[in-house]
C-alpha cells in the first residue's frame, strides 16, 4: 500500500488529508481525537486530492451539499456499516446515535454506534459532526464540540451562537 498526504485550508483549521493507493482514506482535523501519528500519512503529495479538494472548497462555498469521491474507508463491518448510515443523513439535518442505531437494525446499538462514529477516519466528508445527543444536545465529536458547532450552523445558514 502507497500512502500520500496533503493539508488544505478550511474555515475550521488545517485539514490533512489521506490517501491509500490514490484513494481518500483519511481526512483529520487538527488535534482530533483518533487521529493517526503523522509518519503514517506517507508521503506529502497533492496529486491524489485534486477531485477532493476541488470538492471540499465548494462545500465551504456552498455550492456543494453532498460529496461524490471514491473512498476507502478501513474499520470494523460494524463500523463501516455506522459510516454508510452517516452518509446517507442530509445535508443541515441532524440525526441522533439511537435512530442511526435503529436504522441498523439494532436499536439497543446507540452506544456503539457513538464509539463507530468517533473512529470515523474521513470527518466532514462522512458527516460525523450531523450526529446529536437523545436530547438534540451537542456530544461528542472528535474535532471538538466547537467545530461540530461550527459545521452545523454552517449547513444550517444559522450563526454559531444561535445553533445550540
Not at 490533512?16 to 483518533?34: E, I, K, P
Not at 462545500?59 to 452518509?87: H, N, S
Not at 446517507?88 to 446507540?110: D, K, V
Not at 460525523?128 to 438534540?136: A, E, F
Request: aromatic fraction near 8%.
Amino acid at each position: 500500500m502507497t500512502k500520500q498526504h496533503t493539508v488544505v485550508d478550511s474555515p475550521y483549521g488545517p485539514l490533512t488529508l489521506v490517501a491509500t493507493d490514490g484513494v481518500l482514506s483519511g481526512l483529520y482535523m487538527v488535534q482530533q481525537r483518533h487521529r493517526p501519528d503523522e509518519e503514517t500519512f506517507g508521503e506529502s503529495d497533492p496529486a491524489p486530492f485534486t477531485g477532493t479538494i476541488s470538492q471540499l472548497d465548494a462545500y465551504f462555498a456552498r455550492e456543494l451539499t453532498e460529496f461524490d469521491l471514491p473512498m476507502r474507508l478501513a474499520g470494523t463491518p460494524f463500523q463501516r456499516a455506522v459510516w454508510e448510515q452517516l452518509r446517507q443523513i442530509p445535508y443541515g439535518e441532524t440525526r441522533t446515535y439511537g435512530e442511526l442505531a435503529e436504522a441498523l437494525g439494532s436499536p439497543g446499538a446507540s452506544r456503539a454506534v457513538g464509539l463507530a462514529n468517533g473512529k470515523n477516519p474521513i470527518g466532514v466528508i462522512v458527516p460525523c459532526h450531523r450526529v446529536i445527543g437523545s436530547t438534540g444536545s451537542l456530544v461528542g465529536y472528535g474535532g471538538g464540540l466547537d467545530r461540530k458547532q461550527r459545521l452545523l450552523a454552517f449547513e444550517s445558514g444559522t450563526p454559531d451562537d444561535v445553533l445550540f
